[in-house]
């Protein structure tokens, strides 16, 4: 072979590796577009979801106003019906803290005042103890109801029968009309 047709064969080898690389960058390319078109799409529908939960959420939260005032209506009901914050932390579930700011809520919407923080309050301890008004929940005043009628279930269970401390509760939770031990 002479030296131009071996020129020629290497000029050929290389157009079609030339030629061959050139449709794997075009390839690449072409990849690469559809990688960034699609996740700028996928980008645009999730900002788009989240504007739209948002506002499903917002919608929801102001929907909720009102079931959750009279829930807190329900609870300042219990308490006006006799029952201590622990009682009713215990019937509905709630921490002793949820209660207390429920009643704080319910006293304040009920006076058209500022909710004001309770957390320092002390709670009725006795079964006989309830607050004596709205500002009671604030650690004013409380009072003893005598003048209701016990009802079969109250009457029928002592004092000493009262749920005693367990593990992890607060010391003045539960009252028994025995003398406690001291403890070590």
């Known amino acids: 072979m002479s030296r131009a047709a071996a020129v020629r064969a290497a000029q050929d080898a290389k157009a079609r590796?030339?030629?061959?690389?050139?449709?794997?960058?075009?390839?690449?390319?072409s990849a690469l577009a559809d990688f960034y078109e699609q996740r700028g799409r996928?980008?645009?529908?999730?900002?788009?979801?989240?504007?739209?939960?948002?506002?499903?959420?917002?919608?929801?939260?102001?929907a909720a106003q009102e079931p959750e005032r009279q829930a807190r209506a329900a609870v300042a009901a219990l308490q006006d019906l006799g029952e201590t914050r622990d009682q009713i932390a215990e019937l509905t579930g709630l921490a002793?803290?949820?209660?207390?700011?429920a009643?704080?809520?319910?006293?304040?919407?009920?006076?058209?005042?500022p909710?004001?923080?309770?957390g320092d309050s002390v709670p009725a301890e006795s079964p006989g103890?309830?607050?004596?008004?709205?500002?009671?929940?604030a650690g004013e005043q409380?009072?003893?109801?005598?003048?209701?009628?016990?009802?079969?279930?109250?009457?029928?269970?002592?004092?000493t029968e009262r749920p005693r401390e367990t593990a992890g509760s607060p010391a003045s939770a539960h009252v028994t009309s025995e003398p406690s031990a001291p403890t070590t």
């Open 42 to 62: 996928a980008e645009l529908l999730r900002s788009a979801a989240s504007v739209r939960a948002a506002k499903i959420v917002a919608d929801a939260e102001a």
């Open 129 to 137: 103890e309830v607050a004596g008004s709205r500002e009671a929940e």
């Open 17 to 29: 590796r030339d030629a061959e690389r050139l449709r794997r960058e075009k390839k690449v390319e």
């Open 96 to 101: 002793l803290a949820e209660v207390r700011a």
């Open 103 to 113: 009643l704080a809520e319910a006293a304040a919407v009920g006076s058209g005042q």
């Open 115 to 118: 909710v004001a923080d309770c």
């Open 142 to 159: 409380t009072r003893v109801v005598d003048d209701a009628p016990e009802s079969p279930a109250r009457s029928a269970a002592a004092p």
